[in-house]
């Protein structure tokens, strides 16, 4: 199985500062046939389900705040929110699809500092 | 509105079962491939369940397989969790998730309690 590892577990962020998490697999999750590196980042508030931000590494889901941005490839991968708000509070989540079983990263908490 | 929601979640025993369903609206349900996701009370996501839009092709986790059966139906625009010999790790939210890898659209969940 990928394992998927996040860094920090927790960041608190002056509002309008950036705020970046780093995600590491455990092997490389880029696609050999097609180039794309399979990682997506998910926004998790509290009490509601997950929500889709990124995908292919860098692709911002349609109505995604364009102050969320990912980068990376192969094995190392980052998720760059450029200017903290207060609705960005919540953990977020990377994750793997290159290979069955699908895995995800432990979750990193974001709040205000 | 595109939308997912579950039910049939519970308390049960230890050994029980349980059935989730998930019904799709909004969304032409046979074209997109489906999964079940879980997320134990504070903890993080794990990925439980996939299934093709036929429904010939699934996935299952280790933890889950051969006591999970994932499957569906096209013609009622449902996904269903067939949960056997459960155990008390097996307690979490149990979400579905349309979408292969990616997952663009999810339910609000439902909770399973496996306690004695």
């Known amino acids: 199985d990928i394992v998927m590892t996040q860094s920090p577990d927790s960041l608190a962020v002056s509002l309008g500062e950036r705020a970046t998490i780093n995600c590491k697999s455990s092997q490389s999750v880029l696609g050999s046939s097609n180039s794309n590196n399979y990682l997506a980042w998910y926004q998790q508030k509290p009490g509601q389900p997950p929500k889709l931000l990124i995908y292919w590494a860098s692709s911002r889901k349609s109505g995604v705040p364009d102050r969320f941005s990912g980068s990376g490839s192969g094995a190392d991968f980052s998720l760059t929110i450029s200017s903290l708000q207060a609705e960005d509070v919540a953990v977020y989540y990377c994750?793997?699809?290159?290979?069955?079983?699908?895995?995800f990263g432990q979750g990193t908490k974001v709040e205000i500092k | 509105d595109v939308n997912l929601v579950e039910s049939g979640g519970g308390l049960v025993q230890p050994g029980g079962s349980l059935r989730l369903s998930c019904g799709g609206s909004?969304?032409?349900?046979?074209?997109?491939?489906m999964n079940w996701v879980r997320q134990p009370p504070g903890k993080g996501l794990e990925w439980v369940s996939y299934?093709?839009?036929?429904?010939?092709?699934?996935y299952y986790s280790d933890s889950v397989k051969g006591r999970f059966t994932i499957s569906r139906d096209n013609a009622r625009n449902s996904l269903y969790l067939q949960m056997n010999s459960l155990r008390a790790d097996d307690t979490a939210v149990y979400y579905c998730?349309?979408?292969?890898?990616?997952?663009?659209?999810w339910g609000q969940g439902t909770m399973v309690t496996v306690s004695s």
């Open positions: 909004g969304f032409t349900f046979s074209t997109y491939e």
């Open positions: 299934i093709s839009t036929s429904g010939d092709t699934v």
């Open positions: 994750q793997q699809y290159y290979s069955i079983p699908w895995t």
């Open positions: 998730a349309r979408g292969r890898g990616s997952t663009t659209i």
